[in-house]
């Protein structure tokens, strides 16, 4: 099985920057798939970014505008870094890991960090 564990999440005032970390342990290689969505309340769980092996192109859903990037390491960890984040970007963030694809819906799933923008 995969554990995934995100930290990072908390209040910030429209215009702030958080980063996001999710460490990953148990069976996971660094072909899986990797990434983020997020859930606003009221609102279906979104995709935020991700790819498809460590090394391969990332992707990023379209509100993201260029504000966020995400990376990861040599230790299965996978990183969110956000800017310029604006009310719209509240909501819970999970890190997700698939054996092979993040759509439909992924493998495993972290158990989420609030993010609050402060407008």
């Known amino acids: 099985q995969v554990q995934l564990v995100e930290s990072g999440g908390g209040l910030v005032q429209a215009g702030g920057s958080l980063r996001l970390s999710c460490a990953a342990s148990?069976?996971?290689?660094?072909?899986?798939?990797m990434g983020w969505f997020r859930q606003a309340p009221g609102k279906d769980r979104e995709f935020v970014g991700g790819?498809?092996?460590?090394?391969?192109?990332m992707y990023y859903a379209d509100f993201v505008k260029g504000r966020f990037t995400i990376s990861r390491d040599n230790k299965n960890a996978v990183y969110l870094q956000m800017n310029s984040l604006e009310a719209d970007d509240t909501a819970i963030y999970y890190c997700?890991?698939?054996?092979?694809?993040?759509?439909?819906?992924?493998?495993?799933w972290g158990q989420g960090t609030q993010v609050t923008v402060l407008s």
């Open positions: 790819n498809n092996w460590n090394g391969g192109s």
């Open positions: 148990g069976h996971i290689f660094s072909n899986f798939a």
């Open positions: 997700a890991a698939s054996q092979v694809a993040l759509t439909p819906s992924p493998d495993y």
